[in-house]
């Protein structure tokens, strides 16, 4: 059964950012997991759930692990506990909103992102995966090795990018306030 968006990048960009935009307006629980459900009830794994698991769980995890590592105390906090429940359970994708509403550049190239890796996933074929898994685990799953390498691939854009932005917005913040003190 499952959505058939094979050899279609285009189709696959503006799924990979139509996630976050859905997720981020309070779409997900209506409109994209009832979809990811029905992929997946057939027992097969789901291109939904790969465009999922890169575009909302590792933009996440890149956005908090920036945090982690270059933020304030507070957004530590947040980078620790995102990042923890993103990597490990595939879920959580909320705990990276602060920063995208703080920073511009952030949201952007967390779309620009999502964008990319749909259109990946979605250009090289049969891509695909399960949600709310931990992020080693969906890759696994995706299966042969070619597959399971686009994911890869796609999953590096997810967290690379946004993980860069939220370094050079938190490091232009520290550098603006040590100005103005």
Not at 128 to 157: F, K, T
Not at 170 to 177: K, N
Request: some cysteine; hydrophobic content about 55%.
């Amino acid at each position: 059964m499952g959505i058939r968006l094979a050899h279609q990048p285009l189709v696959g960009a503006g799924a990979g950012a139509g996630m976050v935009f859905a997720c981020k307006v309070g779409a997900y629980h209506w409109l994209l997991l009832p979809l990811i459900l029905i992929e997946l009830e057939c027992g097969e794994l789901a291109v939904l759930g790969a465009l999922d698991l890169c575009t909302l769980a590792v933009v996440s995890a890149g956005i908090c692990l920036a945090a982690l590592l270059f933020g304030n105390q507070s957004d530590k906090d947040l980078g620790r506990r995102g990042l923890a429940i993103n990597f490990g359970f595939g879920d959580f994708v909320e705990a990276c909103y602060p920063l995208m509403d703080r920073y511009p550049l952030v949201n952007f190239v967390s779309y620009i992102a999502a964008a990319a890796a749909g259109a990946l996933i979605c250009a090289k074929g049969n891509v695909q995966s399960s949600a709310y898994l931990p992020v080693p685990v969906g890759l696994a799953l995706a299966g042969d090795n070619s597959r399971c390498w686009v994911l890869a691939e796609a999953g590096l854009i997810c967290g690379i990018l946004p993980f860069v932005a939220t370094v050079v917005a938190l490091i232009g913040d520290r550098r603006a306030e040590g100005l103005r003190g």
